[in-house]
């Protein structure tokens, strides 16, 4: 009976595992799925900002800063479950040294990030650094958007295993009945309940792919309760690539994420702030599109790789770059043709971008690409250390804008958000030359 289960299963699974093979095929699923994700984000801001006074909307945003800062902090482990996993997926157990019960421990480890975070957002609301008339909101919201560490987790080890668009599906529908129980928000749905449903959509699609993952990977119960497991083996295992990727993504979190506390240290109008929350939005959608771009193209830049074919993991660079420079200079014509109107409607006429920031931002879209694409080989790749120093450095020219930014408005004939957004866009330009050298030098290797 279960030999007969096992085969329809089979059966049903291999028309879609061929279309797995297929990159074009599994880029187009993961850019709906992007899609969807921007559509969230940006009502997100549509609705929040309708329903609170600007004032609370204010720290609204700054929580929002705090619950990218968690989402961020598995710090790249779900990269190296990808990297790992994947070599143990294309070389056998012989020539990787992953286990599966190592998703279990890092599944354990961030949820007690996300519990730290909460603790963190209630003792903030309670001491008054988190102005709020609404606590229990704030901190569902937090929830919901810390919840994405562990769909993320679930996301590259499913991506690992040949299984992409199984988690696409799962996370589209996820993501379009969370989109409309937002938009429910405006049309009399209470937004704590809004939000409380769409924790539950998000729980039910995570054991969904935790279950895929636990079939596919050969892992057995007693994994999911760490039984065996060693965390001082599990660590020492890790410790290199630990290493990395926490200072890399300590690093990243905070340069993209910094001028939020920076603009609201150093000035009480909301503008800035507001202007730097587009700019985060719109950086953060290119970045979603290049990552489904990457993905899509990564199986097979994977398999050339650990196959010894540096011509084909050449090739693949080449057009994922070219791919992601199409994708920055088609968002930022987009955005000099109708950011204006784009920024008013999201904002609700409180703060209209100018042409002037517009432009800043295309250049700095066109710059963010080449950093993505080179952050997400390298890191897909298991070429983790490379990127320390760049991120280093991009993280010293991302809190410095800020500063200088201030200094750069009283000098010259334009505002403080303008002359920020100037310094920032130089910094993502400088620091896209120097991941374009990164990028050449594995494709020699």
């Keep these: 009976m279960t030999t007969g289960r096992g085969a329809r299963a089979r059966a049903l699974w291999a028309p879609i595992h061929r279309l797995e093979g297929n990159s074009r095929v599994l880029a187009l699923f993961k850019l709906a799925n992007v899609a969807l994700a921007m559509a969230w984000g940006f009502i997100v801001t549509f609705v929040f900002v309708r329903l609170l006074p600007l004032a609370e909307f204010r720290g609204f945003l700054l929580l929002v ?60 609301m309670a001491s008054g650094h988190i102005a709020t008339q609404r606590p229990g909101l704030f901190l569902a919201f937090y929830l919901l958007a810390a919840m994405n560490i562990f769909t993320l987790l679930a996301k590259r080890a499913l991506g690992a295993l040949d299984r992409n668009l199984l988690w696409d599906a799962i996370d589209a529908v996820r993501r379009t009945l969370c989109t409309a129980l937002l938009l429910l928000a405006l049309f009399g749905l209470p937004i704590l309940l809004s939000v409380l449903l769409q924790i539950a959509l998000t729980l039910l699609a995570l054991i969904a792919g935790l279950v895929a993952v636990h079939r596919v990977a050969g892992m057995r119960g007693g994994d999911w309760l760490l039984r065996g497991a060693v965390p001082a083996t599990i660590w020492r295992d890790y410790m290199r690539d630990m290493g990395a990727t926490m200072a890399l993504t300590l690093s990243d979190v905070a340069a993209y994420n910094a001028p939020y506390i920076g603009i609201a240290m150093m000035t009480h109008d909301p503008r800035p702030l507001l202007v730097f929350d587009f700019v985060f939005k719109i950086s953060r959608a290119l970045t979603a599109v290049i990552r489904a771009l990457t993905d899509a193209m990564m199986p097979r830049l994977t398999d050339a790789w650990h196959g010894g074919r540096p011509d084909a993991v050449r090739a693949r660079i080449r057009r994922v770059e070219m791919l992601s420079f199409c994708a920055a200079g088609a968002l930022a014509a987009a955005l000099l043709a109708g950011g204006e109107g784009l920024s008013a409607l999201l904002f609700a006429g409180k703060t209209v971008l100018t042409q002037t920031e517009l432009a800043l931002l295309g250049a700095l879209l066109m710059g963010l690409a080449m950093l993505c694409v080179s952050t997400f080989i390298h890191t897909g790749l298991g070429r983790f250390g490379a990127l320390l120093l760049p991120s280093l450095a991009f993280f010293a020219l991302s809190v410095l804008s800020v500063p200088l930014g201030g200094w750069l408005a009283g000098v010259g004939d334009w505002s403080f958000a303008t002359g920020f957004l100037l310094l920032y866009t130089a910094a993502h330009i400088v620091m896209a030359l120097y991941h374009g050298r990164m990028l050449r030098k594995v494709a020699r290797a």
């Excluded at 294309?90 to 279990?104: H, I, K, N, T, Y």
């Design 65 to 124: 800063a705090f619950a990218n800062f968690t989402i961020s902090a598995d710090f790249g482990f779900s990269t190296i479950i990808y990297a790992r996993l994947r070599r143990f997926r294309l070389l056998g157990a012989e020539g990787s040294d992953f286990q599966p019960r190592d998703v279990a421990m890092l599944f354990a480890f961030m949820a007690l990030v996300v519990l730290i975070g909460a603790v963190a957002i209630m003792a903030g």
